[in-house]
Every structure is written in C-alpha cells, then in structure tokens.
T-cell receptor, first 116, second 113 residues
Framework: DAGVIQSPRHEVTEMGQEVTLRCKPI?????LFWYRQTMMRGLELLIY????????DSGMPEDRFSAKMPNASFSTLKIQPSEPRDSAVYFC??????????????FGEGSRLTVL | AQSVTQLGSHVSVSEGALVLLRCNYS??????LFWYVQYPNQGLQLLLK??????LVKGINGFEAEFKKSETSFHLTKPSAHMSDAAEYFC???????????FGAGTTVTVRA
C-alpha cells in the first residue's frame, strides 16, 4: 500500500510568494495532521482534520497559514505571503481514529521549504 | 494533558553496544505510547507502540521498549547497535480518547565504528 504522499519534496521561494504544500493520506484513514519541524522548536502540530473537518487549528501560527481538506484523499497547506521564518520541514501524517484504534500516525516524507 | 520527556538529546554508542534511550511520560491513566525513528531527510517511522496488551513491546529493527507504570517510563533499548541505527528517535504519548500525539524533543543517536 502507498504511504502518505507529499509534494513538493523541496520548495525554494522568495519572501512574499505564495506556497502550497500538498498531501495525500493513506486510503481509509480518517484523520490528517500537518506538522512543522524546525531545529529550534522541534515538531509542532499545526492543524488536525477528522473526517475532512478541521478540528483543531490552534497551532497555525498566523493568518498567513491556511489548510483545507476538500475530500478524504487530499489536503493542502498554504502560506501566503511566505516569510523567511517559515523555512522548515512540513510533514503531513494520517491515522485511523475511532473506538478501538490506537491512533498511531503515519508520516509522509515531508516538504522542505526554504524562503529566501 | 499528556506529555513525554526524553532524557538526553544526544547519545553516542559504539557499534555492537547496548542502545538505551530514556522516555518518561506524564499521564493520570496509562496512555498509548510510541517510539518513532527519523532518518536524515525522511519522515518519522513507527518503531513500536504500547497499547496495554503487554508491558514489553517488540518493534522493528531489533528494538524493544518496556512500559513501567511505577516509574512512568517507556525506555527504548536495542542489545547491539548497528551503524544503520544512527538517526533521531522520538517518544510520543496519546491519552486514551485523545486525538493528539505529544512528541518528545527527540534523541539523536550516533554509532561509532
């Protein structure tokens, strides 16, 4: 089975540009998470979707960040406008949540974003 | 809220030596506990998980972890380190009924030849 698929793997952009990161979760999973990883702050949860509905977006740093999940097989994380401090690796993860599920996360390979 | 503390941000071991990574959790009831490994430029991969079925949990690549309620610990061990074990390791906890995994800060393992 295919795992979580993220694109692009690498993105280099200039400050002020719009960045869109994409994620395809594992088929059948009903929960999707976006994380950001930096040396200084480690792994930070940005937003959590359950059954395509955003449940917790308290980790989204600013209004410049937005995320959508239009269907069960696709999600986007958008940064507009981007700033150098947004440079990080962004991970998408999915899981199967519900009664009896242990809810472990399956991570994608990540999207490394560099904002110049 | 659940949380984990990983003791030691860096661990260096010789090839063939024991690997021991420490993790302590904070929870009022036994939670779900996980260890993940992250190789350079890759995502996190599940090594093993504790779900209350057994206190000694065996995972992939020869790793195992023991849940000790009295010590609120879930330390990860491997009897003999390989060069391929060089990576970053994360302990994580999820409360029963919660959706959120809380990750530790990570421990970087280097293996000396």
């Amino acid at each position: 089975d295919a795992g979580v698929i993220q694109s692009p793997r690498h993105e280099v952009t200039e400050m002020g540009q719009e960045v869109t990161l994409r994620c395809k979760p594992i088929s059948g999973h009903n929960s999707l998470f976006w994380y950001r990883q930096t040396m200084m702050r480690g792994l930070e949860l940005l937003i959590y979707f359950n059954n395509n509905v955003p449940i917790d977006d308290s980790g989204m740093p600013e209004d410049r960040f937005s995320a959508k999940m239009p269907n069960a097989s696709f999600s986007t994380l958008k940064i507009q406008p981007s700033e150098p401090r947004d440079s990080a690796v962004y991970f998408c993860a999915s899981s199967l949540s519900g009664t009896g599920s242990t809810g472990e996360l399956f991570f994608g390979e990540g999207s490394r974003l560099t904002v110049l | 809220a659940q949380s984990v503390t990983q003791l030691g941000s860096h661990v260096s071991v010789s090839e063939g030596a024991l690997v021991l990574l420490r993790c302590n959790y904070s929870s009022s009831v036994p939670p779900y506990l996980f260890w993940y490994v992250q190789y350079p430029n890759q995502g996190l991969q599940l090594l093993l998980k504790y779900t209350s079925a057994a206190t000694l949990v065996k995972g992939i690549n020869g790793f195992e972890a023991e849940f000790k309620k009295s010590e609120t610990s879930f330390h990860l061990t491997k009897p003999s380190a390989h060069m391929s074990d060089a990576a970053e390791y994360f302990c994580a906890v999820r409360g029963r009924g919660d959706y959120k995994l809380s990750f530790g800060a990570g421990t970087t393992v280097t293996v000396r030849a």
